[in-house]
């Protein structure tokens, strides 16, 4: 009896070191694909390169604890996710500056009005050569290329320009 415990007992030890190596082969595959897995991880979210190096060294020292630790304090985005939400952010207010409003009462106005109808405030000028609607600023049509007089204001037409003697006048005056 006692040599047949005896086998039992190698078998048993020998069965154990088997199961234990497999075991800690299991972990240190599951440790070493954390790492890189972290690393990696973070280098989707991060250009900083100290953080992704630091990221992987919490995990390769503290192994599923410091994994745990880096899932709750890993950057919410990943780069390209930044990217895509600041694009889309640009396109929406893009959106906003291109859409028109009547600036006496901030109704919603068309690209082809000329002056808004809920408080008659002019909106856009035509050209004086071709026709075709100007911004009221714009001092030159940009389709024909010719220079707006400034109709709207008249008043400053009446303002006295000071004299300034041209070549005809001293050539007149000489003669
Ligand atoms: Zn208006
Ligand atoms: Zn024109």
């Given at each position: 009896?006692?040599?047949?415990l005896?086998l039992?007992?190698q078998?048993?030890?020998?069965t154990?070191?088997?199961?234990?190596?497999?075991?800690?082969?299991i972990?240190?595959?599951?440790?070493?694909?954390?790492?890189i897995?972290?690393?990696?991880?973070?280098?989707?979210?991060s250009?900083?390169?100290f953080?992704q190096?630091?990221?992987?060294?919490?995990?390769a020292?503290?192994?599923?604890?410091?994994f745990?630790?880096?899932?709750?304090?890993r950057?919410?985005?990943?780069?390209?996710e930044?990217y895509?939400r600041?694009?889309?952010?640009?396109?929406?207010?893009q959106?906003?500056?291109?859409?028109?409003?009547?600036p006496?009462?901030?109704?919603?106005?068309k690209?082809?009005?000329?002056?808004?109808?809920?408080?008659?405030?002019k909106?856009?000028?035509?050209?004086?050569?071709?026709?075709e609607l100007l911004?009221?600023?714009?001092k030159?049509?940009?389709y024909?290329?010719?220079?707006?007089m400034?109709?709207s204001r008249?008043?400053?037409?009446?303002r006295?320009?000071p004299?300034?003697?041209?070549?005809?006048?001293?050539?007149?005056?000489s003669?």
């Amino acid at each position: 009896m006692p040599v047949n415990l005896g086998l039992d007992f190698q078998q048993l030890s020998g069965t154990l070191i088997a199961i234990i190596s497999i075991l800690s082969a299991i972990g240190i595959a599951v440790w070493i694909a954390l790492t890189i897995w972290t690393f990696r991880d973070m280098k989707a979210r991060s250009r900083d390169t100290f953080g992704q190096i630091l990221a992987a060294l919490v995990v390769a020292v503290l192994s599923i604890p410091g994994f745990l630790v880096y899932l709750i304090l890993r950057p919410r985005e990943t780069l390209a996710e930044q990217y895509e939400r600041a694009l889309e952010e640009e396109a929406l207010l893009q959106e906003i500056e291109n859409r028109q409003v009547c600036p006496g009462c901030g109704h919603a106005t068309k690209d082809n009005w000329r002056i808004c109808p809920y408080c008659h405030t002019k909106l856009k000028k035509e050209c004086t050569n071709c026709g075709e609607l100007l911004d009221l600023p714009w001092k030159i049509c940009p389709y024909c290329e010719i220079p707006q007089m400034e109709e709207s204001r008249p008043a400053r037409h009446q303002r006295p320009q000071p004299y300034v003697p041209s070549f005809d006048d001293i050539g007149g005056e000489s003669l």
